[in-house]
């Protein structure tokens, strides 16, 4: 079992940036990826990005493609997510996810379903 706890989260205003931090204990050495989703009050969990340790190959959601970026260090212990250009529609909880499953596609790791464990969350406000 992974146990995963973000930090970062926080109230910065429209265009600003934050830098969120997720560390991994436990059996991190089971790992194959590393991801991020994000969930607003009444809507379902949202994909927003995902690094696997082996070629440290990244996916993004299309809503924050070049904006956001995903990166890992401490071999498999800590992924951030840097967020630039914040808009008010990032406003959410964002999660950080692991699974121990290299899967043959990036698609596969846009799905919630496909990772095994989950962060508590921290939370982004991006005031207008």
């Known amino acids: 079992q992974v146990r995963l706890v973000e930090s970062g989260g926080g109230l910065v205003q429209a265009g600003g940036s934050l830098r969120l931090s997720c560390t991994a204990s436990?059996?991190?050495?089971?790992?194959?990826?590393m991801g991020w989703f994000r969930q607003s009050p009444g809507k379902e969990r949202e994909f927003v990005a995902a690094?696997?340790?082996?070629?440290?190959?990244?996916y993004y959601a299309d809503a924050v493609k070049g904006r956001f970026a995903i990166s890992g260090e401490n071999d498999r212990g800590t992924v951030y997510l840097q967020m630039n250009s914040l808009k008010p529609e990032d406003t959410a909880v964002y999660l950080c996810?692991?699974?121990?499953?290299?899967?043959?596609?990036?698609?596969?790791?846009?799905?919630?379903?496909?990772?095994?464990?989950w962060g508590q969350g921290t939370q982004v406000t991006v005031s207008s």
């Open positions: 996810a692991a699974t121990t499953l290299n899967y043959p596609h990036g698609n596969y790791y846009q799905a919630a379903i496909k990772y095994d464990s």
């Open positions: 690094m696997t340790w082996r070629g440290k190959n990244t």
């Open positions: 436990g059996r991190t050495f089971t790992t194959a990826a």
